[in-house]
């Protein structure tokens, strides 16, 4: 299958790093004009800078997806300097915990103005030139939580099921216009965070004990990569997938309703290494 994306107008979101920049160098390898956006004018300029040496063109701004005039002016940036946009990549967003007991009202709704309002901007930005040209795709970059819930998270939970809804929606009501959209759902895809989540484990946790108590609840038996989110985003986003429109799919390694035993799973663990450095002291003590 050769997927050829040479000369597409590519604008994906939350692009300075992780699964974004993997989507970016993916469609730039492919030959694709690419736009990137991010928070931090440096590291979405550092990721610019890195992007220029494959792909055809290359806008890196600095952008709040927050602010709605701000994603209005990117987009109309980008397709007055190259004639349209062919591909949004709605990546931008961030996850957020937290229960009845710790959250408030105001902590979910600032998280669905990141996340939900964020990628709702974007395609209202991106779909009136999509339309003039009668060709488009949107690609939404979502969490395997807002399929199925989880027990704790409320925000990432609440506000992700949201995001899928809004693409399963725009999926049924675009294509008239030629216009896909579908949802790309992530289990755990290892961009750092893990590394950060084993350092929150404390002493007497090696990182294979860690893996290992990870991987239970993942049938393929390891973390994804970017590079697995980037290869679907391209077949989506090509000639290939010119049928398919309101999917959601899964990017989870066979992982499923195991998500919602993962939260009991890390408390058994956490208590077993208490147990077993409790064990340690004692007889350090003898």
Request: with cysteine; hydrophobic share 45%.
């Amino acid at each position: 299958m050769n997927i050829d994306l040479s000369g597409k107008r590519v604008i994906v979101t939350g692009a300075s790093r992780g699964i974004g920049l993997a989507i970016a160098r993916a469609f730039a390898a492919e030959g694709a004009r690419v736009a990137i956006c991010a928070r931090s004018e440096e590291a979405v300029k550092a990721a610019g800078d890195q992007l220029a040496e494959q792909a055809q063109a290359v806008i890196a701004r600095a952008v709040d997806v927050t602010d709605s005039e701000g994603v209005k002016a990117f987009v109309a940036e980008v397709a007055s300097a190259w004639g349209g946009v062919d591909v949004l990549v709605n990546n931008a967003g961030q996850g957020r915990g937290g229960n009845l007991e710790t959250l408030t009202p105001e902590l979910i709704l600032e998280h669905a103005n990141i996340l939900q309002m964020g990628h709702f901007r974007f395609v209202q930005a991106v779909v009136p030139h999509m339309r003039q040209q009668r060709w488009g795709r949107i690609i939404e970059i979502n969490a395997l939580a807002g399929v199925i819930p989880t027990p704790d998270g409320i925000p990432s939970v609440i506000n992700r099921a949201s995001c899928i809804a809004l693409s399963r929606s725009l999926g049924m009501s675009l294509p008239k216009d030629n216009i896909l959209v579908n949802s790309l759902n992530m289990g755990w895809i290892d961009t750092g965070q893990w590394d950060r989540h084993y350092k929150e484990m404390g002493p007497g946790v090696t990182r294979e004990e860690f893996d290992a108590m990870v991987m239970k609840v993942v049938p393929l038996g390891r973390y994804g990569k970017p590079e697995d989110v980037a290869g679907m985003a391209l077949f989506l986003a090509s000639e290939y997938a010119s049928f398919i429109s309101a999917a959601s799919i899964d990017i989870a390694g066979g992982m499923g309703g195991q998500i919602a035993y993962f939260p009991t799973l890390k408390r058994d663990f956490t208590e077993m290494v208490k147990k077993r450095n409790e064990g340690l002291n004692a007889i350090e003590t003898l």
